[in-house]
């Protein structure tokens, strides 16, 4: 909501996003392939993860190819669509960020169907941290949004709210962590 009165609870995608990126990076990644939701229609929290990923490359001196971009629609088969997609480019990408888990974990499936070990082949980041990311095969690397942080810290503004009680923050944003597992 752009409304400047209005109350709101969000996570940083965007530092959370550049952290991913960072992180694929370091381990000497220079083509990253980026899974994003559809191209119409832009979530905000999707714009915040493109603008941190763009910001790690800048910062890292490599620049954004628009080619390593692909689109999904947050579901596991349209993951594994854009993988495949990216996997045929001429120089295809030797990491994939998926902007949700699920995505991830198609972007996974297409690589093993493709001969593909993961990370050995190509590293797979996600964004969510969905309960099955830990369990999933290999267990995946994303980052970390608490939506029970985010529903308590509502809760409580919202009971701030009714009460009459000063609510002295409009906009909290919490932090998005990296959870490094075995997927890169």
């Known amino acids: 909501n752009k409304s400047p009165d209005a109350f709101s609870v969000i996570h940083d995608g965007e530092t959370g996003a550049k952290k991913a990126t960072n992180h694929l990076i370091s381990k000497g990644h220079q083509r990253i392939g980026i899974i994003d939701g559809p191209p119409t229609g832009a979530v905000a929290g999707l ?9 790690a490359l800048q910062e890292a001196g490599l620049v954004f190819d628009p080619d390593l971009v692909a689109y999904g629609d947050y579901t596991r088969y349209s993951g594994q669509l854009a993988a495949t997609k990216l996997l045929a480019l001429p120089n295809p990408p030797t990491a994939i960020f998926a902007f949700n888990d699920r995505m991830a974990m198609g972007a996974i499936a297409a690589f093993k169907a493709a001969g593909l070990r993961v990370p050995q082949d190509i590293a797979v980041v996600g964004f969510d941290d969905i309960p099955a990311a830990i369990d999933f095969s290999p267990p995946l690397t994303t980052v970390k949004q608490s939506g029970k942080d985010m529903g308590r810290v509502a809760t409580q503004m919202l009971l701030k709210l009714i009460a009459g009680e000063p609510v002295l923050e409009r906009r909290v944003v919490l932090p998005a962590d990296l959870v490094i597992r075995q997927s890169s």
């Open 47 to 55: 714009k915040q993860r493109m603008d941190g990923h763009k910001q």
